[in-house]
């Protein structure tokens, strides 16, 4: 049979034969075109179900390429390219857990097989899990000793667990392999700055974006050369750097966080007040009972405040002490606020909702922490999320048992902080891409706290950031006593702990150094550069009792 142009369709076996072919000669992108006819003809086999996938990954497609490897696991299910490259599309779609399981199964089929090893430990680092990643990215580089990229993401690691003179080696080793090793020449960036060489620090950063950088390491290698500049005492320069690589992190994010069709959550803070206020005080009385549970906490915290105002040291010092569980920065209370902090009648739904409702609620918040790992039952439970500030009027009618941590610091040092630190961008962190956006957000935030607290009937403590650096047992003491615990001194080693966290914010270097004095104070420096937004600043300044100068 000839098709319409006159030629010979080829036989099964020379498609089959040309897909080896084209494999021979690495043209993959023939070999998964041959192999999409052969499936199309009805043929079957696991390596054309992988060369199409293959094709689609490449193609940036994972979610499509993840029903062909599927398959072909059930016909090789120890193959080990064939289960590498779906927990690969599992990866990049989402689905972790998933992913874990399918690259342990392709270590198992192939032991000496380092790129397993490597990219499971970069998913063990996303999920936080340091001590595997870094485990693992050590048993890759046993397997491969010239191993770049896990030579770099290890020195990542331990450089931002205060660890710099294993990421300095380990840094060193990667550039050496593959200079353009961005990971390794940020690791050795912050050792330097770390042991006292900001200078080289400096040099080495500019010599990176002189090099040629992607868009975003582009924008982070700037924001460290705006800490290297700092540390030099080249304040004015400093802040000309935090200014480019924030607008460069602005330009990277516009087109999926700056939408005319979506809510910015700064349009929504300034949404939320005047609904918050039209409900009567006396409404957020109503008694609410939640049913008792088997795993309960012995007591259920919240620790919020403003990104940057100290809640990550506040976190790591109580989670040093043994009655501790603690959960950072996740989204527990995701489903409350879409059904409360969404609608425009969210939140009168909120105070007239009945106890099955709002039992509704309590329910899908646990479920969400018991699918993050995370196991209360008979500790201190504190869920840390600045951002919930918003949710507070939520977390008054869920939890009215639970307690408040309430994070401030001077409002001058936390919107330079916000301004001058890297985030993982959302919606929220889109806010802190420029100075104005920041102290905005700022203003509209601590807004609604001010009303919150003058309204919800929260169990609220609030902790300040410089008293606690200050006077740190004292204060150490009191936190711990409001959430119920009894002293001990482990919570004096907290530094030494938190090396062992997973802190996925930008407070990782300094909390793994103890108490950080500097953190107070800092906005003076960088007086000039703050100057648009003083006026915002200063009602907060005034009102939570911080000196004019």
Not at 2 to 31: I, K, R, W
Not at 71 to 87: F, I
Request: hydrophobic residues 45%; glycine residues 6%.
């Amino acid at each position: 049979m000839s098709d319409t142009a006159g030629t010979t369709a080829p036989t099964d076996a020379q498609l089959l034969a040309g897909v080896e072919a084209a494999m021979q000669a690495g043209d993959m992108a023939a070999a998964g075109r041959l192999a999409r006819q052969a499936l199309d003809r009805g043929m079957s086999h696991p390596t054309l179900l992988s060369l199409v996938a293959y094709d689609l990954f490449a193609a940036n497609r994972p979610a499509d390429a993840v029903p062909y490897l599927y398959r072909a696991r059930e016909m090789a299910p120890r193959d080990p390219n064939g289960l590498h490259l779906l927990a690969l599309c599992l990866a990049a779609t989402g689905r972790d857990k998933e992913a874990v399981g399918v690259f342990e199964e392709c270590i198992a089929a192939a032991p000496d097989f380092a790129p397993a090893r490597f990219n499971l430990g970069s998913v063990k680092q996303e999920l936080g899990e340091l001590d595997e990643a870094r485990r693992l990215y050590r048993e890759a580089i046993g397997l491969q000793p010239n191993y770049p990229q896990a030579l770099a993401l290890l020195a990542d690691l331990d450089a931002k667990a205060g660890r710099m003179d294993e990421a300095r080696a380990s840094a060193e080793r990667a550039l050496a392999l593959d200079p353009d090793q961005f990971p390794a020449v940020s690791a050795l960036a912050l050792a330097q700055m770390a042991q006292g060489d900001a200078e080289g620090a400096a040099t080495r950063l500019e010599a990176a974006v002189r090099r040629g950088l992607s868009p975003l390491n582009e924008a982070i290698a700037v924001n460290m050369l705006g800490d290297a500049l700092d540390a030099q005492g080249r304040a004015e320069e400093a802040f000309e750097a935090y200014s480019r690589s924030k607008a460069q992190f602005h330009s990277l994010y516009a087109s999926r966080w700056d939408r005319a069709d979506a809510e910015s959550p700064l349009a929504h803070a300034r949404r939320i007040l005047p609904a918050f206020e039209a409900v009567p005080a006396d409404a957020w009385s109503r008694p609410a009972t939640p049913a008792p549970r088997d795993d309960a906490p012995s007591a259920h915290v919240f620790l919020v405040g403003f990104p940057r105002s100290g809640t990550t040291l506040l976190e790591n010092v109580l989670s040093a002490h043994p009655d501790v569980i603690a959960l950072e920065e996740r989204d527990t209370l995701l489903q409350s606020w879409l059904d409360y902090m969404i609608p425009p009648h969210g939140l009168n739904d909120l105070v007239k909702a009945d106890e099955a409702t709002l039992e509704s609620g309590r329910r899908a918040y646990w479920e969400r922490v018991a699918a993050l790992e995370v196991k209360p039952a008979g500790k201190v439970f504190i869920d840390k999320m600045p951002i919930n500030t918003v949710q507070l009027p939520v977390i008054a009618r869920l939890f009215p048992d639970a307690k408040i941590l309430f994070a401030r610091r001077d409002p001058r040092d936390v919107v330079l902080s916000c301004f001058r630190r890297r985030f993982g961008m959302n919606a929220f962190m889109y806010q802190l891409t420029t100075l104005e956006g920041t102290a905005a957000y700022y203003d509209a935030v601590m807004s609604l706290a001010s009303a919150y607290v003058a309204r919800l009937p929260l169990n609220l403590h609030v902790v300040r950031y410089e008293s606690l650096v200050e006077d740190f047992e004292a204060q150490a003491r009191a936190a711990c006593a409001f959430v119920g615990l009894d002293w001990s001194d482990d919570v004096k080693a907290f530094a030494e702990k938190a090396r062992g966290r997973a802190i996925n914010t930008p407070s990782s270097a300094q909390v793994v150094k103890g108490l950080y004095g500097e953190g107070a104070g800092q906005w003076r420096r960088f007086r000039e550069g703050l100057a648009p937004v003083m006026e915002v600043l200063k009602p907060w300044v005034e009102t939570l009792g911080y000196p004019a100068e």
